[in-house]
């Protein structure tokens, strides 16, 4: 579901049934080697690969990410690993968070299960959404510049490692799973869960 809900949030269409098999065995693999520091089939994560860079060029995305086109893995790591693989491998933080949320409100628990007895997806996407917002599941995002860069008057190196506390930004602290019925424009948090 968590898969589901942040393909079509970020790609604005469903994700088809043979593509979700697939991110879900990558996710696998992936887990393997993460978790398990195991060996992942190479079969497997190449067919993730190509799948999903043929979505990226069919996206919106496609025209912004023209200097990625020389090295194609950074493009793809920008979705694959804050958004389609890690969700995968880390759902059960993911709902430990929704259901950590739910619990504090008994309205919002109830609306949320008569949200899930309609099937209102955009609704319980916005519960996972607002969760991750407020309860990453990756607190820290590392990021390494890969040239020399100025960021507020302050210079950086080349191969600098930045840390991103994602829990550190500032925001509103209510559970609010209907801030995510906004267009992208109108909610501020829109790319946070990303």
């Known amino acids: 579901l968590t898969l589901r809900i942040l393909f079509e949030t970020l790609f604005e269409k469903p994700i088809s049934k043979p593509d979700e ?35 990226v060029r069919e996206s919106s995305f ?54 899930a007895q309609a099937g209102d997806k955009p609704r319980l996407g916005g519960i996972i959404l607002e969760a991750i917002r407020l ?19 302050q210079s950086y190196a080349a191969h600098t490692q930045f840390f991103i506390l994602v829990d550190q930004f500032q925001q509103e602290a209510k559970f609010e799973p209907e801030r995510w019925l906004l267009p992208s424009a109108q909610n501020p948090y829109a790319a946070l869960p990303f």
Not at 135 to 149: A, G, N, V
């Open 21 to 55: 098999d697939l991110f879900y065995q990558a996710s696998l693999e992936w887990r393997k080697e993460i978790a398990i520091k195991g060996r992942a089939r190479h079969d497997v994560k190449q067919a993730f690969w190509t799948r999903l860079a043929q979505i």
């Open 62 to 115: 496609r025209e912004g990410l023209n200097t990625y086109a020389a090295d194609p893995s950074r493009c793809l790591s920008l979705f694959a690993q804050p958004f389609l693989i890690s969700r995968q491998i880390n759902v059960g933080d993911t709902l430990v968070a929704v259901f950590h949320f739910l619990r504090q409100d008994a309205t919002l628990l109830g609306r949320a299960q008569a949200w």
């Open 135 to 153: 309860q990453h599941p990756f607190p820290i995002l590392e990021r390494e510049l890969l040239k020399d860069t100025t960021l507020q008057g």
